[in-house]
């Protein structure tokens, strides 16, 4: 073999060795990324399945039982999902939190996104502004509905006294059953509209302004900006606020109930959370809450799927 021929192949060797170098580093790499995540997403895996798998199986299996509280199951089959289609009760509590939820939402996304728009622009004591309208959502709900409790109060309340200062006597709007499930549609829209302002707020900051600056050179007005460029822009934002608002109304409004109304008057406020509170810990039917619970769960999860499947998750077209 001559000279040229072996420092030939010494070269090649070595050049293979330098193109497998990039390789190994490139396949350690990732692997020290996927067990870093693997770290990362541990806590919140373990989290979610004690917390939340563990306990939604639990409630799905206790469906089927009769429980006194006091230790006894029995094994009933589906009396219980039975019994919860001819409950007049049951009905009246989902036709409750329809209105509820109708009432909720479609306030919450249009004050939101609207509130968002606001703070964007450049205003005196903007960053205040914020504040103070984001302030309600971190004070605790409890605190929150006594307050309003206090102000909603018949004859004694603020807004009662303002109401008779207008001509409308004897108003009582926790006690009539037409005005009180208002007086919490309105009070739960105060309390959360903070929150998906900044939500919506965050997704505003994220359309490039180059949008907004081309299409003023085309002679753009607000409104043709606003339904041309940020309405479609903000699907994913409008998807979440729909999604979490939605879950979040009919299955966060125990603690206010309890507190300013109580279910009443007359169950005018008996919302299903508040329901399925009511047969568990006030008449101890946990198996028969328990399946009202397990329902209220499955309609949850077929909404977020309809949703998913409409909406396409919120993605914009161009995605």
Known sequence: MSAVSVSRTAGQSSGARRDQRP???????????????????????????????????????????????????????FDNYVRLVGDPQFWSSVRITLLYLVGVVPAIFILGLGLALLVQQRLPFVGLIRSMLFVPYVISLVVVAMVWQFMLGERTGVLSRLAALLGMENVSFLGEPNLALAAVVVVTVWFQMGYYMVIFLAGLQDIPGEYYEAARIDGAGAWQRFWHITFPLLRPTSFFVVITATVAVITGGLDLIFVLTGGGPAGATTLLIFYVYEQAFLFGELGYAAAVGSVLVLVMLIWSGLMFAVTRGGRVDNE
């Open 23 to 77: 390789a190994n580093g490139k396949a350690a790499q990732a692997r020290r990324e996927r067990r870093a995540a693997f770290w990362f997403l541990l806590p919140d895996t373990l989290g979610l399945f004690v917390f939340v798998a563990v306990p939604m199986i639990l409630a799905i299996v206790l469906g089927f039982f009769r429980i006194d509280g006091f230790g006894t199951f029995d094994f009933i089959g």
